[in-house]
């Protein structure tokens, strides 16, 4: 009899950091760690992952122009770091809100491209190219 054992990353923690990029009107979200439901679920409340992924600002701010998702340090996703992913774009698509993704590493951009999400969502090799873009 043998025991499956679950991958684990050790020493990543999963973590999401929404910073302004260089270029105005250019909201960066930077992930670390697996985007996976398991570690989704151990380090976010599920309103702190709602209050993130807000697509609005006040009357008073310009609107942004630009996601872009930084996935540099995302070693691996499952289907609801997909679906997260996929969800914000629909959201950002319906207010003219443009999200890229950048820096993904090789089993994340296989996941893209078996779900075909990389169709409609741009995957650019570094963040310092999607600002650009």
């Known amino acids: ?6 991958q684990i990353w050790k020493g990543s ?4 950091d929404r910073i302004q990029g260089k270029t105005p009107g250019t909201v960066i979200f930077r992930f670390t760690g697996p985007f996976t439901a398991r570690d989704l679920a151990g380090a976010l409340a599920p309103a702190t992952i709602h209050n993130i992924f807000v697509c609005e600002w006040s009357p008073t701010e310009a609107a942004p122009q630009t996601n872009i998702f930084d996935l540099t340090a995302v070693p691996y996703m499952d289907s609801v770091g997909l679906g997260m992913i996929v969800s914000h774009y629909v959201r950002c698509h ?15 951009l296989e996941l893209f491209k078996l779900t075909k999400v990389d169709t409609f969502i741009p995957v650019i090799a570094t963040v310092e190219e999607a600002e650009a873009n």
């Open 13 to 16: 923690t999963f973590s999401i």
């Open 1 to 6: 009899m043998s025991a499956i054992q679950a």
């Open 94 to 108: 319906g207010k003219g809100v443009r999200l890229i993704a950048a820096g993904a590493g090789p089993r994340v």
